[in-house]
C-alpha cells in the first residue's frame, strides 16, 4: 500500500511521520502515484476537501481508503472532518480515522491497526 497526503499548516504531516510513513506530498494536485494508495487530508473553508487533493484524486484513481483531520472547534464541528467524508462518500472508500488536529496517541495507534488491515 502506498501512501499520499496533504497538509497545508502541518498537521497531517505530523500524522504522518507519528505513524513512520513513507508518503508522497500533494502539493498541487498534479502528483503521480502507482498502485493501490490510501490518502490523508485536512479540511478547508467551510467542509471542503482541499482542491490539491480533488486534482489528485481525479489524476490518481486507486484510492481504498482515507484519513482525515479536521477541528472539533466550535466554528467547524458542524463540518468536521468533512473533506475527508467527501471523498468516503464520492469514491466510495472507507474513512478510516477522523482526527482532531495531530489528534491523540490512541488516534495513531488506531489508524496502524486500520491500515494493516488493508
Ligand atoms: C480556513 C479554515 C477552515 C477550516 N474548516 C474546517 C472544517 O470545515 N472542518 C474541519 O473539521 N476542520 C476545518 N479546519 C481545520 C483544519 O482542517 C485542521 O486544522 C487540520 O488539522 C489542518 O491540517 P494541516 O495542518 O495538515 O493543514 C479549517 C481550518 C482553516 C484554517
Avoid at 5 to 33: P, Q
Avoid at 69 to 74: E, I
Avoid at 94 to 99: D, E, F, G, I, M
Amino acid at each position: 500500500m502506498k501512501y499520499a497526503y496533504a497538509s497545508k499548516t502541518g498537521n497531517v504531516e505530523k500524522i504522518i511521520k507519528k505513524l513512520g510513513l513513507e508518503a508522497l506530498k500533494i502539493v498541487d494536485g498534479t502528483e503521480k502515484i502507482d498502485g493501490d494508495y490510501v490518502i490523508f487530508t485536512y479540511t478547508c473553508g467551510k467542509g471542503k476537501t482541499p482542491k490539491p487533493v480533488l486534482t489528485f484524486l481525479e489524476n490518481n484513481p486507486n484510492v481504498k481508503a482515507v484519513v482525515g483531520s479536521g477541528s472539533n472547534s466550535k466554528s467547524h464541528i458542524e463540518t468536521f472532518n468533512f473533506g475527508a467524508e467527501n471523498i468516503g462518500r464520492d469514491y466510495n472508500v472507507p474513512v478510516l480515522a477522523k482526527l482532531n488536529g495531530v489528534g491523540t496517541d490512541e488516534d495513531i495507534e488506531l489508524i496502524k491497526t486500520e491500515l494493516a488491515k488493508l
